[in-house]
């Protein structure tokens, strides 16, 4: 028996000091219990926790879904009033444009982020000097809180003394306080869209970075043998051996756009008018400021079910192209 | 056994010394005696009534903590910990909107048996304030607040602008009157096209500042100021919550537009989601002529080192066609129900409501709703804005205090940024989606709304 053999695997009557009591003391301590029991003991704290925090409020919010509960008038009496709210939502014009909203956001900034991250994720996976460097500062973007990125872009983008307009300005020869890229119904959508882009294409890049390192050196070995050039290396090699990382990409981001709000609540409040006002700008409108909580529970309902079902037709197609 | 053994003992060392920080702490707590949280939005008069709360704790003994918010969330922070039945604020002095739902959801404690019993008059306080801050069902003597905060919408000016000869003269040749600060809205936008783009000390300046704010309230408290004035009223005096025809009117129509008008001809660029910081921004870094801001700030203005003293001048919202009106701001304060402290919070309301107390309120950048205050004979004469002050708590409109008021609210905020900021439709047909929009919530708050 070797020195490491008596270290990982102590035979309590071979070494000196620990005695057989001790062990004997352990063994009653869990006498009786099974190994599942055991294992039950450690998980039920999360599972309690979770019942807690998830499951529970997510019944208690189907109920409320059918009922009139309105906070800022919790005098009035609950009313069961069946699918009244949903039906209400699903009928309602602004729901759907609010939804028509939130899906040009989140289409338009998912393919702008996976088409920039990937390039910058191609980029980064040479080496060059100063590497290192610059993934740090591609990366720093995603590191701040949405908050802090929506205030400084309030700034960056104000048309007097904000830098944004005097660059475009600079650029097109167009005067800087012509345009608000916050104010103006034609622009307002795309700036949402550049601000989000310039935040999360790091975090698309990073998955993307780990696809393409994936890919074994001798793949790319042979195609050299084969005389393959880039171009038909990038198309058969690298671009179909990184799309299950790109399509986890956008399942990420799109999940995350979906539910987008802090960001875009600090640069626009939903406005001009309502024109960036996404769905969960809606839903926290209808929640916490006009206190509809039967109603806002019904939606967040319609929400989550639309993610989820998405989401999932999404992942089987991701298993399949990777079973491919 | 060693290791158990050392546990044992850092686990009864634990126990002593928390033991001994709760004495400690108690007995820190008990030195130190009662204490009040008193909850309002963090802004100047709420530094006045810190200075002002310093009294009231040298002459009760009594502790006061403060829980200020900024407008922007004010609302939905307050609000959520009223609807919560926290226990965070004793005293809250709540937004004159408030009062309904605080009233029906017996948030605030009714004050007419203390009032009765500490010989408080709600007489003695300027009518509109009342009604607006304190009265539910509104204009009946149920009070479930004091008239703590006085305030309205009103205007600044650049006075030295005004007064310089070759502006002066070059106003008159274009519209042949005076440069004068404005009595109506077609005066004031006329002023304002005058000043918009003009070089001023070197300097491109802007017409008017105007509240424009999509979030919480701005625009609903910007556009109000011109409805009222071009007859717009929020439904039918003679039969409650009947609003077609009233709300929606082709007056009110022209009135919405002339608000549109008004922020496209002649307020400065990006001013497309601002209230009243922006505003004071705008102000103090000299790029407007005119601002519409809430009475509130004209001591800060006042004060300022480059705009205030003489270079600034104050006037009261201009009338319009159709009558001389201007939007209601202000606050009560109110005891919250579920405080553990509404004995000693009602002791501070009882001390607030002393005629010197109120005479210190206003002199350190507060305003008082006390008669005894602003209809002493030196009150205009104790501050530059004092007297458009008085003049304007004269002419008060509010929006809606209903306990539905947040779903109102929102509802016209939409409506009015849609038409104004985004382009959205016609005047009208905001209104007229304005009307189904306020329909609905009162229907489902139970209300019988008449179409006619």
Redesign the interface.
Known sequence: MDTMTTILQPDHATIPGVSKPVKSRAARRVHGLSDRAIAWLFVAPTIALLLAINIFPLIWMIRLSFTNLNLSMSYLPLRFVGLDNFRDILTDEDVWFRLQTTAQFVISSVALQVVIGFGLALLINRQFRGHSFWTTIILLPMMLSPAVVGNFWTLLLQPQIGPFNYLISLLTGVPPSSFSMTGQVSLAPWTIVLVDTWMWAPYVMLICLAGLRSIPDYIYEAAEVDRASAWRQFWSITLPMTVPFLMLAVLFRAIENFKMFDMVNLLTSGGPGSTTELVSISLKRAAFEKWRTGYSSALAIILFVTVFGAANIYVKTLNKVKQR | MRRLGWLRSTVASTVVAAAALGVLGGGEAAAQGKQLTLCWAAWDPANALVELGKDFTKQSGIEMKYEFVPWTSY??RF??EL?SHGKLCDLIIGDSQWIG?AA???WYVKLNDFFDKEKISMDDFVPATVVGYSQWPKNTPNYWALPAMADAVGWTYRKDWFSRPEIQSAFKAKYGRDLAPPKTYDELKQIAEFFQGREIDGKKVYGAYIFT???SEGITMGVTNVLYNYGFAYDNPKKPYQMQGIVNSADAAKGLEFYKELYKCCT??????AYMQEGLDAFKSGQVAMQMNWFAFFPGLYKDPNVGGDKIGFFVNPAGPKGHFTQLGGQGISVVATSDHKDDALAYIKWFAQPAVQQKWWQIGGYSALKAVVDAPDFPKSAAFAPQFLESMGIVKDFWAE??Y??LL?DMQ?RV???V????GTSQQALDLLVKDWTKVFK???KEVASQ
Do not use: C, F, I, W
């Open positions: 609302a939905d609000l959520n609807n739902g029906e959801n017996k704010e999509r979030g400065a660029p990006g001013m497309t989601n306990p539905s947040a779903q929102l939409k940024h849609d038409y900021v985004a382009d959205k489902e708050q139970g």
